[in-house]
């Protein structure tokens, strides 16, 4: 795949997810700033609860569409098989999902009956959402994804100002259901079209679970540690200082779709250079310097104006924000260049180095977070420096491992890569 290919792909992905986080990130924004801190912990806890459950199978399935489909493309195989087998245990994880969220918001979060069917819906659609992007990236239709991606955030836009011109705070999170609804939706109806000239899938779906087990482990150990954080916080803390930790959250972790985005591209374009060049671990070590110089510029910006964006954000009843703010971008910044490092070990059949490399880091930060807060350090502060000191441990671990030349490995013979039918 040519260089200027990759750039545009990546390009309109960032797009894409920008414009689905910015629609999530005015969601809280506009609670935190007409309804309080106390309503803002509320619902940044029961987002942080979907979020940690998409993380158990769907999005570690998504991962794993991006990468066996793109690779299924490249050699010319018909992908269908492997959507099937991917889109059953999608709902069969969704079962799972329910019945874990369900309990947890109504006892530990005390969500009401009304909430929790929400909280229930979000999971079931956020997660598809982020399933259903991988497929389409792995299909190679990148720009399909990031028109439904804008049409997606203009629904939940649209409904969100409904929402709130009607006072309606009992479906404060409906816009959100809605808009990924209609993402997934598209997904699914067209996902098994446009590929009868390929040939038959002949790579055993079975490969792909171990993959999706690893990935989502290691997903869940790194992903996961943010929104941990928030649900120990809204447990040890005080309403308002767990609104403080969510704004500062809310605010902190935007800075990470951009890497979020990119490196589902990559990983797609990681997996045809393992399959056919033989450049691939230099063209790899070159864009992981890029991305690290590019996200470096970013993170560090947004923490210089940290006080100013929480200030115009959410107003100056926010302002003991600042110092989580800036300990959570380090970390979001840590946990977005080990997400390039995460993609290429994935399609190296690294994926269970990177999964402990995370596990690593996970339970060092949860180990700072009780540690802390026993010691005396308030629990805002205290898992804004343990998520920083887990996504540290996390990022040295995978990038050195990345580095490291994988010896025996060889590209797929240039013939088969490219086959096509006519």
Request: a positive charge; hydrophobic letters at 60%; aromatic letters at 8%.
């Amino acid at each position: 795949m040519k260089q200027s290919s990759l750039i545009s792909h990546a390009a309109l992905s960032t797009a894409g997810v920008l414009v689905q986080g910015l629609s999530r990130f005015a969601f809280t924004a506009l609670i935190g700033r007409f309804m309080g801190p106390t309503d803002l912990a509320h619902v940044s806890a029961w987002l942080a609860l979907a979020l940690i459950l998409s993380l158990l199978w769907p999005t570690g399935a998504g991962n794993a569409a991006s990468h066996f489909l793109s690779g299924a493309i490249a050699r010319g195989e018909n992908p269908t098989a492997a959507l099937r087998a991917l889109e059953k245990s999608f709902w069969l994880s969704c079962v799972v999902m329910v019945a874990l969220g369900v309990p947890i918001a109504l006892i530990w979060l005390g969500s009401t009956v009304g909430d929790t069917v929400a909280v229930a819906l979000l999971i079931v659609s956020y997660s598809g959402y982020i399933f259903t992007r991988g497929i389409q990236v792995g299909l190679g239709r990148i720009l399909d994804t990031s028109v439904w991606d804008f049409v997606s955030a203009l629904v939940t836009t649209l409904l969100l100002v409904g929402v709130l011109s009607a006072g309606a705070s009992a479906f404060l999170l409906w816009p959100l259901i809605i808009g990924y609804s209609v993402f997934v939706l598209r997904v699914l109806i067209t996902a098994r079209g446009g590929h009868g000239e390929l040939l038959a899938w002949t790579v055993p779906t079975a490969q792909m679970w171990p993959v999706i087990r690893w990935n989502s482990l290691g997903l869940l150990a790194s992903n996961g540690l943010i929104q941990f954080s928030m649900l120990f916080v809204f447990a040890v803390a005080t309403p308002v200082q767990a609104g403080l930790y969510a704004a500062a959250m809310s605010l902190a972790t935007p800075a990470s779709m951009l890497s979020q985005a990119i490196s589902q591209v990559l990983l797609a374009r990681f997996s045809a250079w393992a399959a056919t060049d033989t450049a691939a671990h230099r063209k790899y070590a070159a864009v992981l310097g890029g991305m690290s110089v590019m996200l470096a510029v970013v993170f560090g910006v947004v923490a210089l104006f940290s006080g100013l964006i929480i200030q115009l954000v959410f107003g100056s009843e926010y302002a003991g924000a600042v110092t989580v703010m800036q300990l959570l971008l380090a970390a979001v910044f840590a946990f977005s260049i080990t997400l390039v490092a995460n993609a290429y070990l994935l399609t190296t059949n690294r994926t269970s180095l990177a999964t402990m490399a995370a596990i690593v880091g996970l339970v060092a930060g949860l180990a700072v977070m009780v540690g802390g807060f026993v010691g005396g350090v308030s629990g805002p502060l205290s898992g804004a420096i343990a998520v920083l000191v887990g996504y540290a441990v996390s990022l040295v671990i995978t990038v050195v491992v990345s580095l490291m030349p994988r010896v025996g490995a060889r590209p797929l013979p240039r013939d088969r890569s490219t086959a096509r039918l006519g």
